[in-house]
């Protein structure tokens, strides 16, 4: 599972803090928290579902309770504890669409973002990651407008977060869950790359429609120069980053070594970079719409284009050796 419109990237950020705050009360007391039958926000990784409690138990005087995942297969459906549990409230909800924005970076990823731009001239890259994103776009960078940006925010993030592919949000918690619990990384270099899925659907559009509206072409450009600017800045996991160093050196561009995996992340992203472009309503829905048709392209092509077994056989970030 991932960001759901129960309801994802990425990613992969932490929540530890937030569950510390947030754990459902009533563990090893008298009365449960919930009962059969009430709707409420469960955990799942590293993001919040709309699940609702068919079934509880106390089991070692500490109440648990059986949950459906609204939307979802049956097969999820689990026994949980009252601390992957949440009430269904207006503050919650907020909790939960902020889990799904920056699921693919968490505290680590920060941190090592913020030294790397440091090191190399924050000044710099950061006027080029904006550049980059302007091409991805093609808007301009928002000025503080009080009132407004959360408006914008809104509109920037409606389509692209509401109809995200559940299988795909799925795609994004198992990748989180293989790299980040259990040390195990996709083995690269990846085929096929990001570089040759985007040229692939690049071929795809034009033999759907006949003839092929350059503005795909220049999404797809500017999608590729971001994925190079932002993977080594804000789409890696801690556990992925002596990897990375290892397979990009010189003059390799990482989507030419990566794959559907991290590009998937990527897509978790944009609602927050198109946050920071001024467009019209109607141009920013037609950008939308095209995202999401690469979106589905990613999804047909799910079984072909993402790797099904991890690679457990490499040191971790650690030095360890990965179980």
Not at 44 to 57: D, F, N, S, T, W
Not at 99 to 107: A, S
Not at 177 to 195: A, N
Request: with cysteine; charged share 35%; proline share 3%.
């Amino acid at each position: 599972m991932g960001s759901s419109s129960n309801t994802n990237t990425s990613g992969g950020g932490s929540d530890k803090d937030d569950k510390k705050e947030d754990k459902g009360k009533g563990k090893d007391s008298a009365e449960p928290s919930f009962k059969e039958g009430d709707r409420v926000l469960a955990y799942h990784g590293p993001l919040l579902y709309e699940a609702k409690v068919q079934r509880i138990e106390n089991l070692d005087d500490e109440w648990r309770y059986f949950v459906h995942y609204l939307g979802w297969n049956k097969n999820w459906d689990e026994w949980v504890a009252n601390d992957r549990l949440l009430s269904l409230t207006d503050e919650n909800v907020r909790k939960q669409q902020e889990l799904e924005k920056n699921q693919v970076v968490d505290k680590s990823i920060k941190s090592g973002r913020s030294t790397q731009h440091k090191q190399k001239g924050s000044n710099a890259e950061a006027k080029a990651d904006k550049d980059d994103t302007k091409s991805l776009v093609k808007g301009k960078k928002r000025k503080s407008q009080p009132g407004t940006e959360e408006k914008e925010r809104r509109s920037s993030e409606s389509l692209l977060v509401s109809q995200f592919p559940l299988t795909l949000k799925k795609q994004l918690v198992d990748d989180w869950e293989y790299v980040t619990q259990m040390g195990k990384l996709v083995k690269l270099p990846r085929s096929p790359t990001v570089d040759e899925i985007l040229k692939k659907y690049l071929e795809h559009r034009a033999k759907k429609d006949s003839k092929i509206n350059d503005s795909y072409a220049e999404i797809l450009k500017g999608l590729r120069c971001y994925f190079d600017k932002a993977l080594p800045a804000m789409l890696l996991y801690k556990k992925e980053r002596d990897q990375y160093n290892e397979e990009v050196k010189g003059d390799v561009s990482p989507s030419t070594v990566y794959g559907a995996e991290h590009l998937l992340r990527l897509f978790v992203k944009l609602p927050e970079l198109l946050a920071f472009v001024n467009m019209e309503e109607d141009a920013l829905n037609k950008l939308q719409q095209k995202l999401l048709d690469i979106l589905k392209f990613l999804q047909k092509n799910q079984s072909t284009f993402f790797v099904t077994v991890y690679d457990g056989n490499r040191k971790g970030a650690d030095g360890s050796k990965s179980k």
